[in-house]
């Protein structure tokens, strides 16, 4: 059976449909750099004993195309975003001021003593 190129594209646009919802519902799209991998989340009130040496604000994409992402996926995403920002402004330490909202949360960056840091 010959297809015609209307129904290749059509396969072709559903294909891409559906990685997109696959994308959209639980994939990372970040990764943490190797100069957060030391960078640890805590709450405020665990983070008391350590200076505060600034904030973050991060964000991701909440909705891919028409497809929403998993709140889930959202949060690791923002997670690894603000543990990869806090390393840049030397930070060991973040900490969330709130939940998220529409794809966007700020973080209090902090500087602790762990094992010598």
């Known amino acids: 059976m010959i297809k015609t190129p209307k129904e290749n594209s059509m396969k ?3 294909s891409l449909i559906a990685a997109t919802a696959l994308l959209a519902t639980g994939c990372s799209l970040v990764k943490l750099s190797p100069q957060a991998d030391h960078v640890r ?3 405020a009130k ?3 004993h350590c200076k505060v040496i600034g904030t973050t604000t991060v964000s991701v994409l909440d909705k891919i195309l028409f497809f ?3 709140k889930k996926s959202i949060l690791e995403d923002l997670e690894i975003l603000a543990r990869n920002s806090a390393a840049k402004l030397g930070g060991d330490t973040a900490s969330p001021d709130g939940d998220p909202v529409a794809g966007e949360q700020s973080y209090t960056v902090y500087r602790c ?3 010598g840091h």
Do not use: H, W
Request: glycine fraction near 14%.
């Open 12 to 14: 072709k646009q559903l």
């Open 41 to 43: 989340l805590m709450t």
């Open 46 to 48: 665990s983070a008391s």
């Open 68 to 70: 929403e992402r998993g």
């Open 113 to 115: 003593i762990y094992g």
